[in-house]
């Protein structure tokens, strides 16, 4: 299709729009939560900020920006999109924490939920490495899925994941205490770990068994409330157009 065909190009990290917007001279829009990276004002962050405006620069680069942000520092940011079947669900709470961390095999992750000192909690893993769920133990394995892991997300008690940002922003929408572990070599990641530590969200480099019975037993409940914002992001996207 020609480029004269689009107003505007929207897009969520996607490179391949991006690029086409700026070479044929269109106007674009990225949306997402690493531009927050480039308004933060921790000092220790200031290099992450300069290598993440840099390489957003070369790989997706846009005209404007629209910041995701969980707590929402300037009021030109919005607040995490929800999707409508979550905020369809009736919260419930049982005894079990969520584990959502791709970046462990799940051997790994049985050796250290299944260790002695955390044998009286229960933990329910999702994992690539299962086709249906298993049990364990304390532990119950299961496959991804987006239907069951919603289900999940909305009963657990509180939920361990990485940094990354949707899954933080549902389980903090829940009212959901969290433990993070960020991915090594993630900027972004490493910036929602530190910012969001201010709000009582407690995070880890490495996942040990005793680091985790502490925070389940010790740690403070998350004090950020995310409110919907979708109608003003809308009414945003088409004052670019306007």
């Known amino acids: 299709m020609r480029s004269q065909s689009y107003d505007l190009v929207i897009t969520d990290q996607e490179p391949i729009t991006a690029w086409y917007a700026k070479k044929n001279n269109v106007e674009s829009i990225g949306i997402g939560n690493v531009y927050s990276l480039e308004t933060c004002t921790l000092k220790r962050l200031w290099v992450n900020k300069m290598l993440t405006k840099l390489f957003q620069k070369c790989y997706c680069p846009v005209t404007n920006k629209i910041i995701l942000d969980f707590t929402k520092k300037k009021s030109t940011n919005f607040y995490p999109v929800i999707n409508s079947e979550l905020k369809k669900l009736r919260i419930k709470t049982h ?75 549902e389980a903090v929408y829940l009212h959901k205490d969290i433990l993070l572990i960020p991915i090594k070599g993630q900027p972004e990641q490493k910036a929602n770990a530190l910012m969001l530590r201010e709000y009582n969200i407690q995070f880890i480099k490495k996942l040990k068994a005793n680091h985790i019975k502490n925070w389940i037993e010790f740690h403070p409940s998350n004090s950020i409330i995310i409110k919907d914002e979708t109608n003003r992001l809308v009414k945003s996207i088409l004052a670019y157009i306007q």
Do not use: H, M, R, W
Not at 111 to 137: G, H, M, R, W
Not at 139 to 146: E, Q, T
């Open 95 to 169: 005894e079990f924490t969520l584990v959502y961390v791709l970046s462990y095999s799940l051997e790994e992750l049985i050796n250290i939920f299944s260790s002695p000192i955390l044998c009286d909690n229960k933990f329910v893993i999702y994992t690539k490495e299962v086709q249906a769920p298993v049990v364990y133990k304390n532990i119950v394995a299961k496959p991804i899925s987006k239907t069951s892991f919603t289900k999940d997300i909305s009963n657990c008690k509180n939920i361990i994941t990485t940094a990354g940002f949707q899954t933080i922003a």
